[in-house]
């Protein structure tokens, strides 16, 4: 098991009163985290999405594509989050991105 934190966009306002993008956590979490296997990797290009990593958490309703996960320092981006087992798991498939924490 790992810890996961889960962030969503939000709006905030810098020093100088004008609009910004940024990041709000949401929830921190235990999680499963996988790489993909050479396996899954085609299926994902055969979906049209490039997918790095496989995550599953207990479910939640605020995670979607506009979510990213923060990791061992790194960032992934959510490309697809898919209920499981009745609304009691959460896989997600993600993609790492190489933006930083900003």
């Given amino acids: ?30 999680a499963s985290v996988r790489g993909m296997s050479g396996r899954d990797v085609i299926m994902a290009a055969q979906a049209q999405a490039l997918v790095t990593h496989k995550v599953m958490i207990r479910y939640r309703s605020d995670v979607n594509a506009q979510t990213r996960m923060l990791y061992e320092g790194k960032v992934f981006e959510v490309v697809v989050a898919l209920e499981r087992f009745c609304k009691t798991g959460l896989e997600i498939l993600c993609r790492e991105v190489e933006d930083g924490l900003g």
């Fill in 1 to 30: 098991k790992h810890r996961v934190t889960l962030q969503n966009p939000t709006k905030m306002r810098s020093a100088t009163g004008s609009a910004t993008l940024g990041w709000q956590t949401v929830a921190t979490v235990w």
